[in-house]
């Protein structure tokens, strides 16, 4: 039988579990206190993992175009991908984490200059396609503005 190996970041350090094994620490009080100071994160993160999962088992959740810009990341293991958009008629390209691509698409949230991997690269990309400031809700970068993926000379998606 074969155990997937899961790694937690530790939660009781040596001086922990001294305490605990002491008896100056109760442990099931200190569990707690310190697994609960976390759970919002862990709700979250559930949550965005839940929503995949939809996407994943229902494909009539998401458009066509979603579906495949997720198998075309899902089909490597990259830190970054070179990311095409489209918007206002012109094109402008730069590199981005896969992951964030795939929670601006769950959460239907849209780019901005941090989201890349050079944060100024980021900013040329927001420029040249006359991308608007904050607060607005027509004119941003969406994943509908993606017209192609690549990774190397691997094309992820190109739209069609």
Do not use: H
Request: with cysteine; net charge negative; glycine share 4%.
């Amino acid at each position: 039988m074969k155990i997937d190996k899961v790694e937690l970041a530790p939660i009781f350090n040596k001086q922990d579990i001294a305490d605990i094994i002491c008896g100056s620490v109760d442990f099931q009080e200190e569990t707690e206190r310190r697994l609960n100071s976390d759970r919002e994160e862990w709700v979250r993160e559930k949550s965005i993992n839940k929503k995949i999962r939809e996407y994943v088992d229902n494909f009539e959740v998401a458009p066509i175009w979603e579906q495949k810009i997720a198998d075309g990341i899902a089909s490597i293991e990259a830190k970054t991908v070179t990311v095409e958009f489209e918007l206002n008629g012109r094109k402008a390209s730069a590199k981005i984490d896969p992951e964030i691509i795939i929670r601006k698409m769950v959460n239907n949230d849209y780019f901005m200059e941090y989201d890349f991997e050079i944060v100024k690269r980021g900013d040329e990309l927001i420029k040249k396609l006359k991308v608007k400031e904050w607060g607005e809700t027509e004119n941003v970068l969406r994943c509908r503005n993606i017209t192609k993926i690549t990774y190397g000379r691997k094309e992820l998606y190109v739209r069609e």
